[in-house]
């Protein structure tokens, strides 16, 4: 009798340990016939490249994330840290490494902003609307990278021309939605894309139904919105359940003070890189 409850004790373990790794994702895509549309299951393995500025490990694989399907949009106090981009990803609960079939490279989301994600990706597959992120969370050194690449390219005059040059389209360090989590971009990096054939018809469904799933392209058309800040960006999507609580934490939190450690953050007062990018959005009202 003793030998018998602890073999099937043993069972017990062994069974449940196998499993609970493994997230239960259920993605309607049938229809998809891209290169990005492999179905990872469960317990298949995928390698990422461990070049990818955007992953902060290079043992990371799909089986091993973690993600709440069933999740509400909550989210704990973040420090000036996190609000800045000076997180580990891999590291952080609160996010998840996206799924390959979801994404052109390896990245993170915050866990409810890419379950949001999974339910607009089903509906538009749905519909003939292939979805695909090329950009998600990236971290303060991520996105200096981005920001020195093109201020040592650009020969402008002063700081300030170069700053708002770049500043047309890719954010200052620690000025980024990006580093949230919360935002992430789709399908191209050209608004010319989302003006014709195949571009025009996904750009079409996702300003008419985006914001059922709580997205919204905070980067409009400055002409119509009334906004300051970034040019407009049809490719740049944002969880505004999650990046509205963000940006009020932001605002409270974080001064022009903060914003140092790169080149050319001694032009961030001068030309309000808060109040005219950070804050420069449409909020989809």
């Known amino acids: 009798m003793k030998y018998s409850i602890i073999l099937i ?13 493994v997230p239960n994702i259920e993605v309607n895509d049938t229809n998809n016939k891209s290169k990005n549309s ?12 461990n070049s990818n500025p955007e992953m902060n490990t290079g043992n990371e694989s799909f089986e091993n994330s973690q993600i709440n399907i ?27 490494l996206v799924n ?9 989301l915050r866990t409810q902003v890419y379950e ?17 992120i090329i950009s998600g969370a990236r971290s303060f050194e991520h996105q200096k990278s981005i920001w020195e690449r093109k201020w040592n390219n650009l020969n402008s005059t002063s700081p300030k021309e170069k700053a708002l040059e770049i500043l047309k389209y890719s954010s200052m360090p620690m000025s980024s939605r990006h580093h949230w989590g919360t935002d992430f971009d789709l399908n191209s990096l050209e608004n010319e894309y989302f003006e014709s054939k195949e571009g025009l018809k996904i750009y ?25 800040g970034y040019e407009m960006e049809k490719w740049h999507w944002s969880f505004m359940p ?34 005219n990018y950070v804050n420069g959005i449409n909020n989809c009202h």
């Open 242 to 275: 999650l990046s509205s609580k963000l940006l009020e934490r932001y605002n409270r939190k974080i001064s022009i003070g903060d914003i140092n450690g790169f080149q050319g953050s001694e032009v961030a007062s001068e030309i309000g890189i808060i109040e």
């Open 116 to 132: 949001a994600f999974i339910k607009m990706y089903n509906t538009a597959i749905q519909e003939g609307i292939q979805l695909i």
């Open 9 to 21: 004790l043993s069972t017990l373990i062994i069974c449940c340990s196998t499993d609970d790794k």
């Open 100 to 108: 390959p079939k979801h994404c052109s490279k390896s990245m993170y």
């Open 38 to 49: 492999k179905l990872v299951s469960g317990k298949e393995k995928i390698k990422f490249d």
């Open 204 to 228: 079409n469904w996702l300003t008419a139904n985006a914001s059922k799933f709580g997205f919204c392209q905070v980067y409009s058309d400055k002409k119509v919105s009334d906004r300051k």
């Open 70 to 96: 069933k999740g509400n949009p909550t989210l704990d106090t973040p420090d000036n840290d996190y609000l800045v981009g000076k997180t580990s990803f891999s590291n952080d609960r609160g996010f998840v």
